[in-house]
């Protein structure tokens, strides 16, 4: 079994243990005798009560990938109990304890965001309309994003041109750390940017080597 697999199983236990009404009545969630079920950029996840395995609910079968389950996962763990949205959005390198993340964060994730939506603005707009998104008056292409109901993402694109490369931006709560572990925001990240190659049905771009 590989690492990843390990910590899914590791966190899916963590899971049962934990005070599952709590967590009802903190997040709003819905249940039913064996699971509980929590919207996760408009899906809706469903979360064993016993073995605390998370599929999502319209095709159980879909491998899910261990950027999503680390999320929702670690969004109920490290919350505090009086998590509350500031409202203010900010880039990666102003999130809380986040910055010495902000090489990889840019290497692995922006910059290939960028490269995928190159040329694609059209595209991007409509798959920010899929996944519920709000426009915003910003860059090329602009819209907050549902995540969880407690949590908004901001993103933010110019294309490219004759004299600049397209340029890409996720903003982020100023408080997200409240709600999730500094690590786990680039997990969050990093999924967001994949679901938005795979609405506008797009190959995500892979990360430049030479960084």
């Not at 009404?21 to 005798?33: K, P």
């Not at 073995?51 to 680390?70: H, Y």
């Not at 798959?127 to 602009?142: H, K, N, S, T, Y």
């Not at 490219?160 to 990240?189: K, M, P, R």
Request: some cysteine; hydrophobic content about 40%.
């Amino acid at each position: 079994m590989d690492n990843y697999k390990v910590l899914e199983e590791k966190w899916g236990e963590i899971f049962a243990s934990m005070d599952h009404g709590e967590l009802i009545s903190r997040f709003d969630l819905e249940e039913d005798s064996q699971a509980l079920f929590v919207p996760y950029f408009g899906q809706r996840y469903r979360l064993d009560k016993k073995n605390g395995r998370i599929t999502l609910e319209e095709d159980p079968a879909r491998e899910l990938t261990f950027d999503t389950q680390m999320v929702i996962y670690h969004l109920f763990y490290y919350s505090k109990p009086e998590a509350r949205v500031k409202g203010e959005f900010v880039p990666f390198r102003q999130v809380k304890r986040a910055a010495p993340f902000e090489p990889a964060y840019k290497r692995t994730i922006l910059e290939p965001l960028a490269r995928t939506f190159d040329g694609h603005a059209g595209e991007l707009k409509n798959a920010c309309r899929m996944l519920g998104g709000r426009p915003i008056p910003q860059g090329d292409v602009g819209y907050v994003i549902p995540v969880f109901s407690c949590m908004p993402l901001t993103v933010v694109f110019w294309d490219g041109d004759e004299e600049f490369s397209a340029q890409a931006n996720i903003l982020f709560d100023a408080d997200i750390t409240d709600f999730l572990h500094e690590e786990t925001v680039v997990c969050l990240a990093a999924d967001f940017a994949r679901k938005l190659a795979e609405k506008a049905g797009l190959p995500f771009a892979a990360s430049d080597a030479r960084g």
